[in-house]
C-alpha cells in the first residue's frame, strides 16, 4: 500500500498484491499450528481496533473481527452507528473519527452509506483507517479476497477469461475486480447482464485504456464457455430504489447451468446469494463461494498484521 | 452429548448431566482461585466464539460472552442479527452458518425466534452450534442451568415433587425441565396454569410413557404444599398474540403465599419476571432465582470448555 | 470515592480527585512504552466489565471498552439495551442488574435515559457500578476528564475565570463541573446562554454558598476576556422537546471568537458539537477538546483500575 489507510484496492500495485497474498498464506500456516497460533494471540495483544459500522454487515464485520482477535488484538464493535451513537445527534464522521483517535486504537474499520464519507474519516485521522464498504463506492478488502482466491486457484492473474454477473452497473464489487484485472495482461471480461445494469462507461474506459478486452453478452450459458472464472452476484435491491421490476431474471445458476461450465472453472460469488446461485450447485466442486469468503479472514487477517505495526 | 452441536437438553443421558455438572463445579471452583482464574484465561486464548442473536437477549447473550472470556476466548457478537446483517439482505440461515464456518470460529451461539432454525443451521456446520433459544423449541443451556440448580440443592433429580406455574403451554423452559425430569424415577408435577396454557399434550405423553405422575391445578397456594421445587415462569406476552385478556391472574407469587411452601423448598424462575413474583419475595431464602441465574454462567463455562476442544 | 460505586463526580474530594488525576498520568506514561504496555495488557486478564448502554453513545462506550481491553479486561458490551434486552420484556433495571451480579462481572457500565435509574441499579449492586450517564443526572466520568483537562493545562483548579455557554439549564456537564469548581477558592464562573436556557438555581445555591462568585450574560464575545476556559455546549436538541424556536443563536464560536480569546485560555467542548464550534476553530492551539476527549481514556483506565481490584 502507498499510504497508511485502506480505501481502495486499487492502490495496490501487483507487486504489493503478490506480498499481501504470501502474508495471508503465512496466516493460513500460522493457524494451522496450535503453537503458533497460541503464539499469534498474543502478538498485538496491548492493541485495539475499532469496528465502526453504519450499515448492516454480518460477514465483513464478524471476520475482521476474528481477524483482529487471532492476532490478540481487542475489538470495540459498533453494529449500526448510525443509530446508536453520536451520528444520531448529528456529529460528522470527522469529529467521530478525530475522537477515536484519541483512544489509541490502532485501526479503524468503517462502513458508510455514503461513497466517499470513509476517505473523509482518513483525511483527518493519524490511525490507519479500513473501508470496510461505503455505499457504491469501494470495499477493498472484498476485492482483495476476490483476487486472492482467483490467485490460488489458477497461481497467477493473467491471461484469464473472467465472466461476470448481475448489477454490474452497481455492483462494487464487480467494479473493483475488472480495475484490478485490467493490472495484468491477457485478460478478458465477459460482462453478463441486463441492458440497464451492465457495466458502466468508467470501468470499460479503463479497460480499453489498459488493452484488457472485453464484451457484453446477455447469453448467460453461451458466455460461460471457455470461462476461467465466473464472478457472479446478486442485484442489489437495496441500490435499486423504485426499480422493483428488474428481477435476476434469466441470470441463475443451477445445476443445469453446470453443464455449460469448464471443468477448471470456478463459480465465485461474494455473497449474500437471494437465489441468483440455487443451493443444489454447492456440492459442486468448481462452486467455491464459501471458500472465497473463508479467504477474506487471511487477507483480513494480513492487511491487519501489515498496518498496525 | 452425543454430538458435537448443542440443540435440545434432551440429548443428555442423566450420566451425561451428571457429568456436566461435575464439569460446572470445577468451573466454580476454579474462579474462586486468582491464579487458577488467569490461567484459566488463557486456556482457549487462540479460540473465538461467534454470538448470532436474531433476537433480543441480555441474560443468554452476556453469560455466554462472560463464560466464553473467563475460558480466554474471544467473541465476535451480534446483538440484533435479524436487523444487522445480512439475514436483512435475505441470506437464509444456512448460508450465514456456512460463511461462519469459514472463520474458524470455534462455536456458534445462535438464538432465533422460528423453531428449528437452529438444528437447520447445525445441519452444516463443522462448528459446533450452541441452540441458545429457538422460539416455542428449545433452550438447552436454560434447561441445563435450571437441572443444576435443583441437583445442587437435592443432591438429586429424582423423587422429587415439582410445581410448575404460568404459561405452561408455550413456555420453553417448563417443557424442557418436565422432558429431563421425566428421566429419573418417582417424579411428580404439578402444573398450575390457566386452562388454556397448560401443558401441552405431547409433554403429558412423555410423562406418561415414563411413569412419571403428574396432575394439574389451578389453585396456586394448594399446589405448593409439600412442593420441593416451585418453578414459576411470566406469560410470555410476546408468544400470545392477540391474547391480552390472559393476564398473570391469581398466579403471582408473594409474600403471603410464602406460608404455603415449605421450608426446604426453592422457588424457581427463568427471569425476566414481569410481576408474578414480587420483589419483597427475593429476601427470602427459598426464593433461588438470582442464583439459578448464575448457575449459567458455570453450565455455559463447562458447555464451552467441553465443547471447542 | 467513598464507595465503590461511581455515580457522580462530587462525590470526590480534592484530595482524591488529585489521586485519579496521578493515576491517569501513570496510565498514560505505561501507554508510551510497549513493555509495560504489554504487561499492562494482561494485568486484569481474569476480569470482566459489561457495558449496559440504553441510550446511544458512540464516546463513552468505546473509551470505557477501549479503556478496560488496554488494563487486560474482557467486554461484554450491550449497544442498545432499551430495544435488545430483556427491558424490552419488562424487566426491571435491579433485576438486570441482580443478574449481572451472578456472572461475575468486575464492574458494570450503565447508561440510561432516566435520572437515578443508575442509582438504582447500585442499590442492589455488590459489583461496582459505574454511571455513564443517567438523563439530566450525571455523567461523572465526563466530569472527571473535563476537570483533569483544566488541570493538566493550569496545574490548578483554584482562581480560575471559566466562562460556561449553550444549553447550562439542562447540560449535565455544565452543572456537574460548576459544582467540582465549587470546592476549590477563587473560582469565577461566567454563564453565557438564553435566558430561558441559563443555569438553574440549585448549581447557583451552591455556588452561593461555597463562596465561587459567578455572573450571567448573553454577551459572548465581552465574556470571553481575561476567561481561562471557555466550556462551550450544544444545545441538546433530544432534551428540548417541542422547543425547536431555540436555536443556537448567536452562541457559535468561529473563526472571528478567537480574537477575543486570551492566548492563554483553552477551549473546551464535551461533544459532539452540532454548529457551535465551526469546524475553522479547530487548527488553533486554544482549541483542545479532541484532546479533551482523549483525556477520557486515562480517566477511564484509572477509575476502572481503582475500581476492580
Not at 503478490?18 to 503465512?26: G, P, S, T, V
Not at 473472467?162 to 460482462?191: C, E, P, W
Amino acid at each position: 500500500m502507498n499510504n497508511k489507510h485502506l480505501l481502495t484496492a486499487d492502490e495496490f500495485s501487483p507487486e504489493q498484491l503478490k506480498a499481501l497474498f504470501e502474508h495471508a498464506d503465512a496466516m493460513r500456516t500460522t493457524l494451522t499450528d496450535e503453537k503458533a497460533r497460541k503464539e499469534l494471540a498474543t502478538k498485538h495483544i496491548d492493541k485495539q481496533v475499532c469496528s465502526l459500522f453504519y450499515e448492516p454487515s454480518t460477514r465483513t464485520r464478524s471476520s475482521f473481527e476474528a481477524a483482529a482477535m487471532k492476532l490478540g488484538m481487542g475489538v470495540v464493535s459498533t453494529e449500526n452507528a448510525s443509530e446508536f451513537s453520536s451520528a444520531a445527534k448529528g456529529e460528522t464522521i470527522t469529529d467521530t473519527t478525530q475522537v477515536l483517535n484519541q483512544y489509541g486504537f490502532s485501526a479503524i474499520i468503517i462502513r458508510h452509506p455514503q461513497t466517499g464519507a470513509v476517505a473523509e474519516a482518513a483525511s483527518v485521522s493519524e490511525a490507519p483507517i479500513i473501508n470496510a464498504g461505503d455505499g457504491k463506492g469501494d470495499h477493498p478488502s472484498q476485492s482483495l479476497l476476490d483476487t486472492y482466491t482467483i490467485y490460488r486457484k489458477f497461481g497467477r492473474l493473467n491471461n484469464l477469461r473472467v465472466v461476470m454477473g448481475g448489477d454490474l452497473r452497481n455492483g462494487r464489487t464487480v467494479r473493483s475486480l475488472a480495475k484490478i484485472l485490467a493490472k495484468y495482461q491477457g485478460n478478458h471480461l465477459v460482462f453478463v447482464s441486463l441492458p440497464e445494469l451492465q457495466m458502466a462507461d468508467d470501468i470499460k474506459e479503463i479497460l480499453t485504456a489498459t488493452g484488457t478486452t472485453f464484451e457484453e453478452s446477455s447469453e448467460m450459458e453461451q458466455a460461460f464457455k471457455n470461462a476461467d472464472v465466473i464472478y457472479w452476484t446478486r442485484l442489489q435491491k437495496e441500490r435499486l430504489q423504485g426499480d422493483a421490476s428488474i428481477s435476476s431474471g434469466g441470470f441463475v445458476i443451477d445445476k443445469n447451468s453446470l453443464k455449460y461450465i469448464d471443468e477448471h472453472a470456478i463459480i465465485m460469488h461474494p455473497l449474500p446469494r437471494v437465489g441468483e446461485i440455487t443451493e443444489e450447485v454447492d456440492a459442486d466442486p468448481r462452486a467455491i463461494y464459501f471458500e472465497q469468503a473463508g479467504n477474506g479472514l487471511y487477507i483480513r487477517m494480513a492487511l491487519l498484521d501489515g498496518m498496525v505495526c
